[in-house]
């Protein structure tokens, strides 16, 4: 089934998921810089590599990450395109009008589907290796220094954290109820454009009755529990960072240098 993994969490017990989470949230959003690095195929393979290895690290299989993929690689191709017809430069070996098929355009179209295609894939590889409640508490301990301007930190990460946990039940939810309308012989994938406007209406309308009852049931649920947010509340998980944390530091620092060096 094509589902996408984003906000899914597997549970293991190998290298990546042993990390501390404010480390892999901090080198998620490093990731994400240092791929801009990349402008040759030598940089991209050593990242796309790198990758690899990170992904044997956390014991998933890659099929796995590939049926959570699938479902968005309309969006990437549809990218990748537009990079390819509208970069001029280098030989060109086909024009009409607007539209050019030129060396650079294939080349930055390639580098722009590798680009996407691992950020996906590393970004995703966050969640499935990282408990919800982990995530919110490491981006807590990373904000926490704003609280001297007043802001409310732990809010922040307790809505990012819920919004993040909900992404896979909204997708769940929508299939099932994509499932209920095929079966009343509704069709999303024929006719007009006008007329699968028209086919998504039934969809919209009871995802969203179904949002606001799950928000709603949660809210109730936790002020029957006697929530009353972050402050004078102990953690049950305290999170120690260890040496296999900074060993994942200086390897990433390393990948840096490497790029670096093998730039154009």
Same mark, same amino acid.
């Given at each position: ?8 969490? /597997?549970? $293991? ?57 699938? #479902? ?7 990218? +990748? ?18 539209? %050019?098929?030129?060396?650079? $355009? /294939?080349?930055? $179209?390639?580098?722009?589907? +590798? ?16 408990? #919800? ?18 802001? #409310?930190?732990?809010?922040?990460? /307790? ?18 109820? %994509? ?14 454009? %006008? ?26 649920? %936790?002020?029957?529990? $006697? ?38």
């Amino acid at each position: 089934m094509n589902k996408l993994l984003l906000g899914r969490y /597997l549970n $293991g017990d190998s290298f990546i998921h042993n990390l501390d989470p404010r480390g892999k949230l901090l080198l998620c959003f490093y990731y994400v810089i240092i791929i801009f690095l990349c402008n040759n195929w030598q940089t991209y393979t050593l990242l796309f590599g790198f990758t690899l290895v990170c992904l044997a690290l956390s014991k998933i299989k890659l099929d796995f990450f590939w049926r959570g993929i699938r #479902p968005i690689l309309g969006l990437i191709l549809f990218t +990748v395109l537009l990079q390819v017809f509208f970069t001029s430069g280098g030989h060109v070996y086909f024009k009409y009008g607007p539209l %050019m098929l030129t060396h650079f $355009g /294939l080349v930055n $179209g390639c580098y722009v589907f +590798v680009r996407f295609v691992l950020i996906i894939v590393f970004s995703t590889l966050l969640t499935l290796t990282t408990a #919800p409640l982990e995530i919110a508490d490491a981006i807590e301990s990373l904000l926490k220094p704003l609280k001297r301007f007043h802001v #409310p930190v732990y809010e922040i990460s /307790l809505m990012l954290s819920i919004a993040l946990r909900f992404v896979p039940t909204l997708m769940d939810e929508t299939e099932k109820i %994509m499932n209920a309308q095929r079966s009343r012989g509704v069709d999303f994938s024929q006719g007009s454009l %006008m007329q699968r406007i028209k086919a998504v209406i039934p969809l919209l309308i009871p995802l969203f009755v179904s949002s606001f009852n799950r928000a709603e049931d949660l809210a109730t649920a %936790m002020e029957a529990r $006697g929530y009353r947010g972050g402050e004078g509340r102990s953690k049950y998980r305290v999170h120690m960072w260890a040496k296999k944390d900074t060993l994942s530091v200086v390897v990433f620092a390393l990948l840096t240098v490497a790029l670096l060096f093998l730039r154009n």
